[in-house]
């Protein structure tokens, strides 16, 4: 299926006008289709698997900022470290540590979104409220920036429901920037995909990671 570019310069415009932030998510998606979006000025590209973004990262322009969006084992930290801009989802005090620890070894520091849970059904990985105002270490993980929080909805035809979590989740937002958990403000809050975007940007998102609706469907992973 081809990349569709229509849609992407529509809602490049919507998220522009809205101060929004677009990650287009390529999982699965080939070097060719990142490019197609890349020559019309996309930067920032979203992966879920450590051995896809490294192939990728190799063979794509060098001024792409990556993030990684999936669910990030700690043995595998060492081998984004050097080039990652974001990583969306951390989950756990172990992989916070592992993070800082080659951040510090490469004297750099990474910028990383805390995943809150928000979804009522599933269960999905992720810290909630009461946990963040717990993260005391933070402190002194120094090589960490702490950019602001990522969550996921529910997978759900309910509008209501999703934007109720949409709604928690920016509520976590405000009140983890009152906590003494971080010593700065939070800026991000990643929130929405090609299914609830808009209900995410209605209820406060700055970054949404968009994948389908700009790439297609995904079948197969592209080997
Ligand atoms: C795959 C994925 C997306 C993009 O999903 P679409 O529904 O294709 O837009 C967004 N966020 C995460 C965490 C993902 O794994």
Partial sequence: MAVNITAYKEIVNELTAKNVTLVAVSKFKSAEDIMQL???GQRDFGENFVQELLLKQEALPKDIRWHFIGHLQSNKVKYIAPFIHLIHGVDSKKLLAEINKQAAKLDKQ???????YIAEEETKFGFDLHELGELHELHELSNIKIQGLMGMASFSNDELKIKKEFSNLKNAFDRANQLSTFNHQLSTLSMGMSGDYKIAVECGSTMVRIGSL???SRNQPVQ
């Fill in 214 to 216: 700009l790439f297609g």
């Fill in 38 to 40: 890349y020559e019309l």
């Fill in 110 to 116: 990474i910028h990383c979104l805390l995943q809150v």
